[in-house]
């Protein structure tokens, strides 16, 4: 995965966040209230936090962060969508379901891509360890620089 990788993709959740809260907003119609927006809010918040993990000083904690923010969401959705399941037919809504269960599934796939992210660069900088010590060792010893005169 390259550099840049994992921040697109954060910022590809965010972006399919705002959209898919924008639909359910639309969908809703007259009945349409500010909670139908929470997917957009959220995936504002991957917007953002896509943008900061450009800078490969704040990459690590901007993605743990937005990880962090799709385990909890996915959570969220996840049991809302379940507790949508169980409600008798008539009181159960399949506009509220299906963006739930999206939000779920995005959320669920985004930490899968992030954890692999992280087991990857992992294996990265262990080569590098290898290669490092093992360049080391077969380098030559460096000779000593010779003691100056003494001066007297």
Not at 11 to 22: D, R, S, T
Not at 63 to 89: D, R, S
Not at 138 to 146: L, N, S, V
């Given at each position: 995965?390259?550099?840049?990788?994992?921040?697109?993709?954060?910022?590809?959740?965010?972006?399919?966040?705002?959209?898919?809260?924008?639909?359910?907003?639309?969908?809703?119609?007259?009945?349409?209230?500010?909670?139908?927006?929470?997917?957009?809010?959220?995936?504002?918040?991957?917007?953002?936090?896509?943008?900061?993990?450009?800078s490969?000083?704040l990459?690590?904690?901007?993605?743990?962060?937005?990880?962090?923010?799709?385990?909890?969401?996915?959570?969220?959705t996840?049991?809302?969508?379940?507790?949508?399941?169980l409600?008798?037919?008539?009181?159960?809504?399949?506009?509220?379901?299906?963006?739930?269960?999206?939000?779920?599934?995005?959320?669920?796939?985004?930490?899968?891509?992030?954890?692999?992210?992280?087991?990857?660069a992992?294996?990265?900088?262990?080569?590098?360890?290898?290669?490092?010590?093992k360049?080391?060792?077969?380098?030559p010893?460096?000779?000593?620089?010779?003691e100056?005169?003494?001066?007297?």
């Amino acid at each position: 995965m390259s550099k840049f990788g994992i921040p697109l993709t954060t910022i590809a959740l965010g972006l399919a966040l705002v959209g898919l809260g924008m639909l359910s907003h639309y969908l809703a119609g007259a009945e349409a209230s500010t909670t139908a927006l929470i997917p957009s809010f959220v995936g504002g918040g991957f917007l953002i936090i896509g943008g900061i993990s450009f800078s490969p000083k704040l990459r690590k904690h901007a993605i743990h962060g937005a990880l962090v923010l799709a385990l909890l969401l996915g959570a969220m959705t996840l049991y809302m969508a379940i507790k949508e399941l169980l409600k008798p037919a008539e009181e159960s809504s399949a506009r509220k379901l299906f963006a739930f269960e999206t939000t779920a599934v995005l959320c669920i796939t985004y930490i899968v891509i992030g954890v692999r992210s992280f087991i990857h660069a992992r294996k990265l900088r262990k080569q590098a360890d290898k290669a490092m010590k093992k360049a080391e060792k077969a380098a030559p010893p460096t000779p000593a620089e010779p003691e100056a005169p003494a001066e007297g």
